[in-house]
């Protein structure tokens, strides 16, 4: 079998529980499952039900989140600015703009990959209403200090916490406290509902608002369709899209969240502890540092490559059906978003050192030993650096 940089984990639970909508139920939309499972979400993350807002992608969700925080927000002088890591998925920066805010991107740290706050803070502007924070491979970093920044500087907080399904920050799981935070239910997440996420917020007017939004701005519309109606007469006040999640998306969702406790944490966090345990003293890698106090349940697994090998690790593991993948570019060398006008020192050696190997409940404790092997076997070889001094550098 080939390997894979990351699958989806689904089966006859989740075939069953698609085909009790299909067959019984005979409603496919925004319905009674999806209410279902968005009291599940909420159990799991021991809130309240009412700030738990599903979406059919984790982009609908970030987009939800900063068109609601705009629209709390007091006016500025300009266009609305919302600070973000420039080591992110597109799709946190595509939210903000989408929300007719801009981007700006920051550095990161270079031992977390996450926001690094200093450099965040030079480039607020009376314009600046917001902080995405983004859990890089599932790592909460300092998320309280982050709060406390925020705080301070009379910012709101956007959590991209795409990654952190299931983990915790100092004892509190990730969903459960703060301002704004967004999940992704994709294929290859920590759960999947084919696609989808949620957006949950502790804030009622956000709350209410992104509620809204997610189903045209038609107000209330949510709990009519949960009670199994329409709304025909309500009022429409502000944009809106169509962004809510279905009944089939649900029944995948509610089936994952209990595997997601029975059987993917667990494996995601020993295929990670081998990694880990392998990786942690082997010569030109470097691995990511993690508070001990937080719980994290990977949904990457990223390690940094150093001496200028990485692109000759990843050619020697592909040579051994090894997939690996690269998370991400940077957001601020990309046309739309700047094209590398501003200049991310840390962000950018990251983009020349990070490799991400595979990460998924289907690979095999065995598959994970033979990776590391294999990474071992690779920069032993002194050729390597010979190898890499004749190959151009991505920055050259
Ligand atoms: C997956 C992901 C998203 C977007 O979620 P979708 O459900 O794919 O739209 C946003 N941010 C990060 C960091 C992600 O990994």
Not at 123 to 134: E, P
Not at 266 to 278: I, N, P
């Amino acid at each position: 079998m080939t390997m894979r940089l990351s699958r989806s984990i689904v089966g006859q639970e989740e075939a069953k529980a698609v085909s009790r909508v299909l067959l019984e139920d005979g409603y496919l939309g925004m319905g009674a499952e999806t209410k279902r499972f968005e009291e599940d979400l909420a159990a799991f993350l021991e809130v309240d039900p009412a700030h738990v807002i599903t979406t059919n992608s984790g982009t609908a969700a970030l987009h939800l989140a900063c068109d609601a925080v705009r629209a709390v927000s007091q006016k500025t002088p300009g266009q609305p600015e919302i600070l973000v890591p420039s080591l992110t998925f597109v799709a946190s920066f595509q939210a903000i703009s989408a929300a007719g805010c801009l981007p700006v991107p920051c550095d990161v740290l270079l031992e977390t990959g996450t926001l690094d706050l200093a450099d965040a803070s030079a480039r607020i502007t009376q314009n600046t209403i917001a902080v995405m924070v983004v859990d890089y491979a599932s790592n909460p970093w300092q998320l309280d200090t982050v709060y406390a920044w925020a705080s301070e500087k009379g910012l709101r907080v956007i959590e991209d916490a795409a990654h952190a399904f299931g983990c915790r920050h100092h004892g509190k799981r990730i969903g459960s406290f703060g301002d704004v935070v967004c999940f992704s239910f994709d294929g290859i997440k920590n759960i999947t509902c084919g696609e989808g996420g949620c957006l949950v917020t502790f804030d009622d007017e956000t709350a209410r608002i992104a509620g809204d939004a997610r189903l045209l701005s038609v107000e209330g519309d949510t709990a009519k369709r949960f009670a199994g109606g329409r709304s025909w007469e309500a009022d429409v006040k502000r944009q809106g899209w169509r962004y809510h999640m279905s009944n089939i998306m649900a029944a995948i969702g509610r089936v994952q969240l209990k595997r997601f406790q029975k059987e993917f944490l667990a494996k995601r966090m020993l295929r990670s502890t081998v990694y880990g345990q392998r990786l942690c003293k082997q010569e030109g890698i470097a691995l990511f540092t993690t508070d001990p106090e937080d719980f994290i349940v990977p949904h990457i697994q990223v390690v940094r490559v150093l001496n200028g090998r990485r692109e000759e690790l990843k050619e020697a593991l592909a040579a051994r059906g090894i997939p690996t993948g690269l998370h991400y570019k940077p957001n601020h060398l990309h046309s739309f978003f700047g094209h590398g006008r501003v200049s991310l020192p840390v962000t950018e050696q990251l983009y020349s050192e990070i490799l991400t190997l595979p990460m998924h409940p289907g690979l095999s404790c065995q598959d994970v030993e033979e990776i590391c092997h294999e990474i071992s076997k690779t920069l032993a070889d002194p050729r390597g650096t010979l190898w890499a001094t004749h190959r151009p550098s991505l920055w050259s």
